[in-house]
């Protein structure tokens, strides 16, 4: 089956870097997305990686592993704002996103 | 950016009334685009894709004739709950895909909150 995991809950400093992870099995593969919620909002795109290495954007970074089935969404100078929910999915061979559960990321001060 | 709009934000209906939600790409063409529903502190549930011109593809355990889909032009797809129960309350959210640089992309609208009393 289809099948995405990522850790339910993150909690950071502000200031600091944080990584969530995420690994996922697929039927086909072609492409692995990374979108940002906050409570009570629709979610908003952050990142696609369709190959392997590292995309940067910004504060923020996206890895992808096709190998090993394994991206990582990495966080740097972590503001409150960042608190949030952050969704990973991956795009199977019918270019259906199959959906993580998202890891919610607390920040502290 | 790619922008989608949706439209109401919040509905508070009686049981039994139907509802209709708009989902419009503002500044793309979208052949496809996306329903989904989300209880509280879960996931994404993709409840149905909507391609422009023809009938939507709907996910097991979907019902077609309560939810109905329409996606009539490139930039406008409604989603109607009909004779809305107070189980059908949720957060209903949509999306319409680009392609850009050879990527498929959902970029979402605000979402819908639904209350049925």
């Known amino acids: 089956g289809q099948n995405i995991d990522q850790p339910t809950e993150m909690t950071a400093t502000e200031g600091a870097i944080v990584q969530i992870n995420c690994t996922y099995q697929?039927?086909?593969?072609?492409?692995l997305f990374w979108y940002q919620q906050h409570a009570g909002e629709a979610p908003t795109f952050l990142s696609y990686?369709?190959l392997d290495g590292l995309e940067e954007k910004g504060r923020f970074s996206s890895f992808l592993s096709r190998s090993k089935g394994y991206s990582y969404l990495l966080l740097k100078e972590l503001q409150m704002k960042d608190s949030a929910s952050y969704l990973c999915a991956a795009m199977d061979s019918n270019y259906q996103l199959i959906w993580g559960a998202g890891t919610k990321l607390i920040i502290k001060p | 950016g790619a922008v989608v709009s949706q439209h109401p934000s919040r509905v508070i209906c009686k049981s039994g009334t139907s509802v209709k939600i708009e989902c419009r790409s503002l500044?793309?063409?979208?052949?496809?685009m996306f329903w989904y529903r989300q209880f509280p502190k879960q996931s994404l549930m993709l409840m149905a894709t909507?391609?422009?011109?023809?009938?939507?593809?709907?996910e097991q355990g979907v019902e077609k004739d309560k939810f109905l889909i329409n996606h009539a032009s490139l930039t406008l797809s409604t989603l109607t709950v009909t004779s809305a129960h107070p189980e059908d309350s949720s957060f209903y959210i949509c999306?319409?895909?680009?392609?850009?640089?050879?990527?498929?992309?959902?970029?979402f609208g605000a979402g819908t909150r639904l209350s049925v009393l």
């Open positions: 990686n369709v």
């Open positions: 909507s391609n422009e011109g023809s009938k939507a593809t709907y």
């Open positions: 500044d793309f063409q979208a052949t496809t």
């Open positions: 697929t039927s086909g593969f072609n492409g």
């Open positions: 999306s319409a895909q680009e392609t850009s640089g050879g990527a498929d992309i959902q970029y």
